[in-house]
């Protein structure tokens, strides 16, 4: 089965909202992705949601441009800020860096962090609208 899922930036406007949108469209509403990027990738694997392992699919993401704005360097700091309260002491210093290229609006936004993600996995196909 190849299935679609399509992911719609109008109904969100952070990574939280993100989190819930992905869940109720791609994990079907059966399981809850809390936003950790590591389980993230892990779901593309398969078991979760609809997807079975091995499987192909196709996520769409409609409204990109408005999620590119909505996840790009403001969420990118709230989010690097809550890794920082949680990562492992030897860690911190490259966190705090990443932060200081987001406030200069350098480096990797939430959006790419999504994308990079996604696009690492060959059994996906992304399309961005």
Known sequence: MNGIFILDGEKFSDFKGFCKEFSNVVLSGKHEWNGNLDAFNDIFYGGFGNIESGEEYTIIWRNSVKSKRDLGYEETIIRLNEILKNCHPTNKESVIQEIRG????????????????????????????
């Open 102 to 129: 987001a406030k200069m609006n350098k480096g990797p936004t939430v959006f790419d962090w999504i994308e990079e993600i996604i696009l690492d996995n060959e059994n996906v196909t992304l399309i961005i609208e």
